[in-house]
């Protein structure tokens, strides 16, 4: 199995860890017993699957809870966050030094750090998804048939969700949030970038969780167990009903690949704006320097601009000049460049940054001949995560809309509107790619599934 989870756990703070307590309170071993070449002994197998029995005990629990017993919850852990804020600012400390030691670049290190404001608006995320309709127990579809028997599919809880994420401590909360509500337990693997962090605000969690009378084991860390958990808690088919990969495209292809448990698969955001011939100039220059600079190191940021020939010479230098001037690398094609304003640098573009979720302050931009042109190099080079278009011509976007197949397609918006929260979904725990149960932003429905429910009165089949 190629080993591509979160992070190379090489970092001292991860290190002095491993041999104590897990936050979720597991022992973790000393490194023995047989390997399979993964890293992944007997005794890190029997412990990861302990945390996963612990876990499903645990989400029974919530099988009968009410949705008043759900909220208030999710309020207790948004006051403990607030609460402990300081303590998890200097634990994310901790995180960003040792993340600039290791040459993090600076669009993943905005996206690893907290602040007292950070962890407020996180916290109100989960009292944003207090206030949401529980998804627990809807009647997705129901009937009486012919023979009186009557039928109701009913959304259930996934059960056990498993989270390998990379470099994020907000999706540690956000997994916690968003599993609670729906009736499921997590465990969260999420990797040594972020592992001080994660260990404080998993204890914070989970004490939070025991304040209201529910298990603290329906939030579990394998953190302690470096990469194997991981690899341990991919192969828990059986104990872990789903698994939802978050980070780099080698982390999720490799989960996707490997794992043994179902997965649900986000992707990674290659993410365009098409400027079409009859944009408003102004409003496509705000959509564009919103998309790309607002906030760099997320996926739903903006990585190429497209843009029709024959609004390129009216809009290309202005917006060249723009993102120059907000510190934007650009990389553009021929016409691009020679649009340029002088003392604005435009690098070559090549294939590969046509291929690239920068993930930074950086944007290939290239010049296309029409709305079919911009349509071809989406289909080519897209992850099929979120595409936009501005426009003021109605045909055009329509077109746009129903001829690409991203999860996401904006029509004079921002890129960075594909998010659970801004679509009124919550706080999200992924971003799905995939075609099946869930795509786009997950909120709560996507974290149930469904069941039948026939009821009868003595009825047999003929």
Known sequence: MTSLLPDAETSSAHTAAAPG????????????????????????????????????????????????????????????????????????????????????????????????DRIGKIADALREVAVLPDPVGEVVRGQTLPNGLRLRQLRVPMGVVGMIYEARPNVTVDAVGLTLKSGNAVILRGGSAASSSNAVIVEVLRGALESQGLPADLVQSVDAYGRAGGVALMQARGLVDVLVPRGGADLIQTVVRESRVPVIETGVGNVHVYVDATADPVMALEILMNAKTQRVGVCNAAETLLVHADAAPGFLPDALQALAGAGVVLHGDDVTRGLAPSGVEVQPATDHDWATEYLALELAVRVVDDLDAAIEHIREWTSGHTEAIVTRDLAASERFVAELDSAAIMVNASTRFTDGGELGLGAEIGISTQKLHARGPMGLAELTTTKWVVQGDGHVRP
Do not use: C, F, W, Y
């Not at 412990?47 to 645990?58: C, L, P, Y």
């Not at 008043?68 to 948004?78: E, F």
């Not at 901790?94 to 690893?112: I, K, S, V």
């Open 21 to 116: 307590l897990t936050p979720a309170g597991a022992t973790v071993p000393p490194a023995a017993g047989s390997s399979s070449g993964t890293g992944v002994t007997d005794e890190v197998t029997a412990g990861v699957q302990d945390v996963a029995r612990r876990a499903k005990t645990a989400s029974r629990a919530l099988a009968t809870a009410n949705r008043g017993t759900k909220d208030a919850a999710l309020h207790a852990l948004a006051d403990a966050l607030v609460t402990h804020a300081d303590r998890i600012v200097t634990a994310n400390a901790e995180d960003l030094e040792r993340g600039r030691a290791n040459g993090m670049a600076d669009g993943l290190l905005d996206r690893l750090a907290l602040t007292s």
